[in-house]
């Protein structure tokens, strides 16, 4: 009588399940049901596990197109399809972006995102791309040791949310520095020596007192003082700006800073 009422009982737990939770590959879906023991109602959550697939598979899709496609105009800007640029013209010969020259990828739930770029002396010309939209964790573009010419742009600068290096050594980059570098949260290195900079150094760099480390504007052709907020710059370890065409004084925090290293 006793284990008779427990399977009643036991019974009646499964009929009354309300929530059935499953998750499929990080995506976590929910069923209302009153009665799971019929076929029809595992039919059905059979179709949703399916559909769940399809769904997380167009999202890899569409996480790899925009990866390409921020890749694609970087190649087509820096004009990489030149015989000059060898190996970088093999890129889109496959869709295997993780592996092209270069690039550097991470897995996120199970999808590939672009995080560093690290094209150093592969012979790049042209001009730097408008935008890098698509690559929404790029952490590090390094373009050192080229001929890339024209501008650092603006809307450039503002897409890269997340990066933390940026490396445009000996090139033949000209005009101003963005003020929009110093929005990057994230930012800890800026190594633009060698170039044909012109203006003023920004003073918005000193926002990022609590990440930059590195700030490297030797061989350039700037104007004006260096910001006096520099020299509150705690985290700061590395000041280059020989030859950039400063005048005034060194901001007096930079040059008592211990362990900092600067030259003029």
């Given at each position: 009588?006793?284990?008779?009422?427990f399977?009643?009982?036991f019974?009646?737990?499964?009929?009354s399940?309300?929530?059935?939770?499953v998750t499929?590959?990080?995506q976590?879906?929910s069923f209302?049901?009153s009665?799971f023991?019929?076929?029809?109602q595992f039919d059905?959550?059979?179709?949703?596990i399916?559909?769940s697939?399809?769904?997380?598979?167009?999202?890899?899709?569409h996480i790899?197109?925009q990866?390409?496609?921020?890749?694609q105009k970087?190649?087509?800007?820096?004009?990489?399809n030149?015989?000059?640029s060898?190996?970088m013209?093999?890129?889109?010969?496959n869709?295997?972006y993780?592996?092209f020259?270069?690039?550097t990828?991470?897995s996120?739930n199970g999808?590939?995102?672009?995080?560093?770029?690290?094209l150093?002396?592969?012979?790049?010309?042209g001009?730097?791309p408008?935008?890098?939209d698509?690559?929404t964790?790029l952490r590090?573009?390094?373009?050192n040791n080229?001929?890339?010419?024209?501008?650092?742009?603006?809307?450039?600068?503002s897409?890269?949310?997340a990066?933390?290096?940026?490396v445009?050594?000996?090139?033949?980059?000209?005009g101003?520095?963005p003020?929009?570098?110093g929005?990057?949260q994230k930012?800890?290195r800026?190594?633009?020596?060698?170039?044909?900079?012109?203006?003023?150094?920004p003073?918005?760099?000193c926002?990022?007192k609590?990440?930059?480390?590195?700030i490297?504007v030797s061989?350039?052709?700037?104007?004006?003082?260096?910001p006096k907020?520099f020299?509150?710059m705690?985290k700061?370890?590395?000041f280059?700006f020989?030859d950039?065409?400063f005048?005034?004084?060194?901001p007096?925090g930079?040059?008592?800073?211990?362990?900092m290293?600067?030259?003029v």
């Amino acid at each position: 009588m006793i284990y008779y009422q427990f399977l009643k009982r036991f019974k009646l737990f499964l009929i009354s399940i309300a929530y059935f939770h499953v998750t499929v590959q990080n995506q976590k879906f929910s069923f209302a049901h009153s009665n799971f023991t019929k076929k029809g109602q595992f039919d059905s959550l059979s179709t949703a596990i399916q559909r769940s697939k399809v769904s997380l598979n167009l999202t890899i899709t569409h996480i790899q197109s925009q990866q390409l496609n921020g890749l694609q105009k970087l190649f087509n800007s820096c004009n990489m399809n030149s015989s000059i640029s060898y190996p970088m013209h093999k890129w889109f010969r496959n869709n295997d972006y993780c592996n092209f020259r270069g690039v550097t990828c991470e897995s996120k739930n199970g999808m590939s995102f672009v995080t560093v770029i690290k094209l150093e002396g592969k012979g790049l010309t042209g001009t730097l791309p408008g935008n890098l939209d698509e690559l929404t964790m790029l952490r590090q573009l390094s373009l050192n040791n080229n001929n890339v010419e024209g501008y650092l742009p603006v809307t450039l600068i503002s897409s890269l949310s997340a990066l933390q290096h940026i490396v445009l050594t000996r090139n033949k980059i000209t005009g101003s520095i963005p003020k929009e570098l110093g929005h990057l949260q994230k930012l800890k290195r800026v190594i633009l020596h060698r170039n044909q900079f012109t203006g003023i150094l920004p003073a918005t760099l000193c926002n990022r007192k609590q990440t930059l480390t590195v700030i490297d504007v030797s061989f350039n052709q700037f104007s004006g003082f260096i910001p006096k907020c520099f020299g509150y710059m705690k985290k700061l370890k590395t000041f280059r700006f020989t030859d950039s065409g400063f005048v005034g004084s060194v901001p007096r925090g930079l040059c008592g800073e211990k362990g900092m290293k600067w030259n003029v």
